[in-house]
C-alpha cells in the first residue's frame, strides 16, 4: 500500500546501504515493514523525502521518478 514509502526505503538502501536504511528507520519512527503496509499520506511523504535527502545528502526526487 505504501508505494512511495517503500520506494523512498529502497532507494536508501541502494544508496546509503544498511546504515542508511537504519537511520531512515530511526528518524522517522517508522519500520520498513511497517512504512510499506501504510498508506501513502502526503505529508508522511514528504517527511520521508526529506529525511532520506538528508541521510543521502542530496535530493532524491530525481530517483523517484
Given at each position: ?5 517503500a ?6 538502501e541502494e544508496?546509503?546501504?544498511n546504515?542508511?536504511?537504519i ?7 517508522l ?6 503496509e ?9 517527511k ?10 542530496h535530493?532524491?526526487?530525481?530517483f523517484?521518478?
Amino acid at each position: 500500500m505504501g508505494e512511495k514509502l517503500a520506494k523512498i526505503y529502497k532507494i536508501v538502501e541502494e544508496k546509503g546501504g544498511n546504515p542508511g536504511r537504519i537511520k531512515l528507520a530511526m528518524a522517522t519512527g517508522l519500520p520498513k515493514k511497517d512504512a510499506e503496509e501504510m498508506k501513502d499520506k502526503p505529508e508522511v511523504v514528504e517527511k520521508f523525502k526529506s529525511i532520506a535527502s538528508e541521510i543521502l545528502g542530496h535530493n532524491i526526487d530525481e530517483f523517484l521518478q
